[in-house]
Structure formats: C-alpha cells, structure tokens
C-alpha cells in the first residue's frame, strides 16, 4: 500500500468495507482490514485471500474510525465483515463531540 493521503479511498481485500482517509500520519501506517492489508479503491486483490476471524468484527456505513494516537481517521464508506486495524491495533468507531450547554 502506498502513504496514505486525506482524500485516498481505499478497499479491503477480503471483505465489502471500503473507506476514505480523512487524516493519516507523516509516516507510513499499515492498514489491515480482516487481517489483510487495505488496497487502494482501484487495485484487485490476491486470490484466495480470505478474512480472518479474529478480526470479523465488522464496519459501520458513515462511521469514522480512528487510532490510539488520533492521527489516523477513516471514514467508512462501504460496510463489511472485516475489523479496520493499523500497526495490529483495531481502530475503534470516533464519537461525537458533546455540544456546549445552552443554560
């Protein structure tokens, strides 16, 4: 896979999910979906190349998904089987920011 840009759209190799980066780090960060590495929208991926289920827990349609540190964000633009993961750490779903208090 190559750096990873905000913009890029990128695609799992063994399941449905697809996702755009909204932010990534300076440096290289490998992106794992069901065990797999992700693959930019436009490549095919290798055959029998299958999900691993330790890592089936699936994504969300519209849900930002985002690392420990913060500096990766993916939005989820198609839902599948696969768990979104950087560095064999699994991204977890970005909540909202509460709004201020209009006492």
Same mark, same amino acid.
Request: proline share 5%.
């Given at each position: 896979m190559t750096q990873l840009k905000p913009g890029s759209r990128i695609r799992s190799a063994v399941c449905d999910t697809e996702a755009m980066v909204i932010a990534a780090p300076d440096s290289d960060a490998q992106v794992t979906c069901g065990g797999a590495p992700m693959l930019a929208l436009d490549? /095919?991926?290798? +055959?029998?190349?299958? &999900?691993?289920?330790? @890592?089936? /827990?699936?994504?969300? *349609? =519209?849900?930002?998904?985002?690392? /420990? @540190?913060?500096? &990766? /964000?993916? &939005?989820?633009?198609?839902?599948?089987? =696969?768990? *979104?993961?950087?560095? =064999?750490? +699994? &991204?977890?779903?970005?909540? @909202?920011?509460?709004l201020p208090a209009s006492d």
């Open positions: 490549a /095919e991926p290798e +055959a029998g190349a299958t &999900l691993d289920a330790d @890592a089936a /827990e699936g994504t969300q *349609l =519209g849900k930002r998904y985002v690392n /420990e @540190a913060g500096d &990766l /964000e993916l &939005l989820c633009t198609k839902p599948g089987k =696969g768990t *979104l993961a950087a560095a =064999g750490a +699994a &991204l977890t779903v970005k909540g @909202a920011k509460p």
